[in-house]
């Protein structure tokens, strides 16, 4: 089991159960005591878990389920397609930029239209958008590696391989939660992709409709602080002021 596995399947016992034995990790997992110790160390610091003597306690009371890609084209469209055009407007000719996974940035794909750009993503149906409009000037690049089936999106140590050789202008990127100055989502896997790809670009959006403002989820894998904007929708300003002691907000 590779550490990305590891670490998810360890997060998601401590949530399961509450609270968790280093030695009932390390039966299940048919891992050292000592690469436990490690895990554990590290799932702290991204803020998952809290360490205990002798194991670790979930920091959340009840773990949220993740919705499917489609179950997630049922909810706010409209919101998600305001933000969607806003973020387009931030593309300039000549950008290489790189799109995550979310039904927010397969918008954002529709509303792109550049005539010269380099696009590359992890997520298939963002892929498939863009290829439509592949050209000479127009590139598209979809990173392989292993599909998450919820969100169609590669993961893993394939894509993140040939993630970190490359840097970006810009990158457009979703979230499940966000509360406070934390950005959150469902699968550590995902996370430390996105992770990647947000060290290596210039500029930083984060697309978030404001119903996910206050939330909590999975794993926090970034921070407000760390990014250039938060882009948004206007449907409760009060929310998004709350977070602008973080970061530039942008909702028209």
Same mark, same amino acid.
């Given at each position: 089991?590779?550490?990305?596995?590891?670490?998810?399947?360890?997060?998601?016992?401590?949530?399961?159960?509450?609270?968790?034995?280093?030695?009932?990790?390390?039966?299940?997992?048919?891992?050292?005591?000592?690469?436990?110790?490690?895990?554990?160390?590290?799932?702290?610091?991204?803020?998952?878990?809290?360490?205990?003597?002798?194991?670790?306690?979930?920091?959340?009371?009840?773990?949220?389920?993740?919705?499917?890609?489609?179950?997630?084209?049922?909810?706010?469209?409209?919101?998600?397609?305001?933000?969607?055009?806003?973020?387009?407007?931030?593309?300039?000719?000549?950008?290489?930029?790189?799109? %995550?996974?979310?039904?927010?940035?397969?918008?954002?794909?529709?509303?792109?239209?550049?005539?010269?750009?380099?696009?590359?993503?992890?997520?298939?149906?963002?892929?498939?958008?863009?290829?439509?409009?592949?050209?000479?000037?127009?590139?598209?690049?979809?990173?392989?590696?292993?599909?998450?089936?919820?969100?169609?999106?590669?993961?893993?140590?394939?894509?993140?391989?040939?993630?970190?050789?490359?840097?970006?202008?810009?990158?457009?990127?979703?979230?499940?939660?966000?509360?406070?100055?934390?950005?959150?989502?469902?699968?550590?896997?995902?996370?430390?992709?996105?992770?990647?790809?947000?060290?290596?670009?210039?500029?930083?959006?984060?697309?978030?409709?404001?119903?996910?403002? %206050?939330?909590?989820?999975?794993?926090?894998?970034?921070?407000?602080?760390?990014?250039?904007?938060?882009?948004?929708?206007?449907?409760?300003?009060?929310?998004?002021?709350?977070?602008?002691?973080?970061?530039?907000?942008?909702?028209?």
């Amino acid at each position: 089991m590779n550490k990305y596995k590891r670490l998810e399947e360890i997060t998601k016992l401590v949530n399961e159960k509450g609270s968790i034995r280093i030695a009932d990790i390390v039966s299940m997992l048919n891992v050292t005591d000592m690469t436990v110790r490690r895990d554990l160390m590290e799932l702290e610091k991204q803020g998952v878990l809290i360490k205990t003597h002798g194991g670790a306690k979930s920091k959340v009371a009840l773990r949220q389920r993740e919705r499917s890609h489609h179950e997630k084209h049922a909810q706010n469209m409209e919101q998600k397609r305001y933000i969607a055009k806003l973020a387009a407007q931030k593309i300039e000719e000549g950008d290489t930029i790189f799109l %995550g996974p979310g039904t927010t940035a397969e918008l954002l794909a529709e509303e792109i239209n550049n005539q010269t750009l380099s696009v590359v993503t992890n997520c298939y149906p963002v892929f498939n958008i863009l290829f439509k409009k592949k050209s000479e000037t127009f590139k598209v690049f979809l990173l392989g590696g292993q599909m998450r089936e919820l969100t169609e999106s590669f993961v893993g140590e394939i894509t993140n391989t040939i993630l970190e050789k490359m840097k970006f202008n810009k990158m457009f990127f979703s979230g499940n939660a966000v509360k406070g100055n934390e950005i959150m989502t469902s699968s550590f896997a995902e996370a430390y992709t996105q992770q990647i790809a947000l060290k290596n670009s210039v500029e930083c959006y984060l697309l978030l409709d404001s119903s996910k403002i %206050g939330k909590e989820d999975f794993t926090t894998f970034y921070y407000l602080t760390n990014i250039t904007a938060l882009i948004s929708d206007n449907e409760d300003l009060d929310k998004l002021q709350n977070l602008s002691e973080f970061t530039t907000i942008i909702t028209e």
